[in-house]
């Protein structure tokens, strides 16, 4: 299994117990905090600097032309929570989650927000292990390999685009509601719904309340169209 893991993401470890730690869910932690068992979520909070930063260089080497206010935007966009759980997916992460027994059954394995919180809890973890260049290898391979600036709108704003697209018909009313906050203070994951005359047409996470409405703004849009 570690095997698989390393060859997947392209790195091979000195100190498995890094590799192991990034892929450990709070709720199995708490589950055996007597054997000093720890989550990834310090990783988690070093891996979206090392992310952050290694994004700010990428757009600032890549996009000379780009004045600061909207390569903050861009970065923003590329390095939030669905492009880190796409990352994750294309990974397959969630096949080596350690899961706390209720996080298992409440479907925490494909949960989008656990997800994303992995890749940068790996990120840390290759940094920590390997130092800057593989973690920074690690992200231009797996996070920002498909970073096409020019297809990236980080101004969309789905919650304006959602509401035009379901007033073409009338009256319709629409709902954002927060469901979820999880984490840290410091490190805190927003989940809302959207409903749309009463009716839940999108869920979405995000590390701020508004992010979260966006996400969910922008699946109900794709379900509506679909």
């Given at each position: 299994m570690k095997e698989t893991l390393e060859s997947r993401i392209g790195y091979h470890?000195?100190?498995?117990?890094?590799?192991?730690?990034a892929m450990t869910h709070s709720?199995?932690?708490?589950?055996?905090?007597?054997?000093?068992?720890?989550?990834?979520?310090?990783?988690?909070?070093?891996?979206?600097?090392?992310?952050?930063?290694?994004?700010?260089?990428?757009?600032?080497?890549?996009?000379p032309a780009l004045p600061e206010g909207r390569m903050t935007r861009l970065r923003a966009e590329l390095v939030c929570e669905a492009s880190l759980h796409k990352a994750a997916l294309a990974l397959g992460?969630?096949?080596?989650?350690?899961l706390g027994r209720g996080e298992e059954l409440t479907g925490g394995r494909e949960r989008t927000s656990i997800l994303a919180d992995m890749v940068e809890s790996t990120i840390a973890a290759i940094y920590l292990d390997g130092g800057m260049e593989e973690a920074r290898r690690f992200i231009m391979a797996h996070v920002l390999k498909d970073a096409e600036?020019?297809?990236?709108?980080?101004?969309?704003?789905?919650?304006?685009?959602?509401?035009?697209y379901v007033q073409r018909d009338g009256?319709?009313?629409?709902?954002?509601?927060?469901?979820?906050e999880e984490g840290p203070d410091h490190n805190k994951t927003f989940t809302f719904s959207v409903s749309v005359n009463g009716r839940?047409?999108?869920?979405?996470?995000?590390?701020t309340k508004k992010e979260a409405e966006q996400m969910a703004a922008c699946q109900a849009l794709e379900k509506l169209k679909a």
């Open positions: 470890f000195k100190d498995h117990k890094l590799l192991e730690t709720s199995y932690a708490n589950e055996r905090h007597a054997d000093g068992t720890e989550s990834y979520e310090r990783l988690e909070f070093l891996g979206d600097s090392v992310l952050g930063q290694t994004t700010a260089e990428f757009l600032y080497r890549h996009e992460l969630g096949e080596f989650m350690r600036i020019g297809e990236v709108h980080p101004s969309a704003d789905y919650k304006t685009a959602l509401q035009e009256g319709c009313q629409i709902r954002y509601e927060l469901i979820a839940t047409v999108g869920e979405g996470s995000g590390r």
